[in-house]
């Protein structure tokens, strides 16, 4: 069974800085993609940034230049470090590992970013 057991939110003031992290159990393979998605209070979940088993990462617009995905395959750990926080980066970022088709989604862990 997959699971992925993601850390690292809390509360920040704008401007601050975060290093949220996932550890991801139950599978053996490395070439998957891994990341983070994001749902805001009242918006739909929304995807923030992927690294797939090459390094190769995908960022969205609203967090580029201000983020930066890596994972560790060995400790099988994925990590979302973001600066220059903003109040609309706030909401529940949960952790996705995707193989072959299927997505696995972790608990969440929560990000409030305070004016």
């Known amino acids: 069974e997959v699971q992925l057991q993601a850390s690292g939110g809390g509360l920040v003031q704008a401007g601050g800085s975060l290093r949220l992290s996932c550890a991801a159990s139950g599978f053996t393979r490395d070439d998957y993609a891994i990341g983070w998605s994001r749902q805001a209070p009242g918006k739909e979940r929304e995807g923030v940034a992927d690294?797939?088993?090459?390094?190769?990462?995908n960022y969205a617009d609203s967090v580029k230049g201000r983020s930066t995905i890596s994972r560790d395959n060995a400790k099988k750990m994925v990590y979302l470090q973001m600066s220059n926080l903003r109040p609309e980066d706030t909401a529940v970022y949960y952790c996705k590992l995707s193989y072959r088709g299927l997505d696995f989604w972790g608990q969440g862990t929560l990000v409030t970013v305070s004016s």
């Open positions: 690294i797939l088993n090459n390094g190769a990462a």
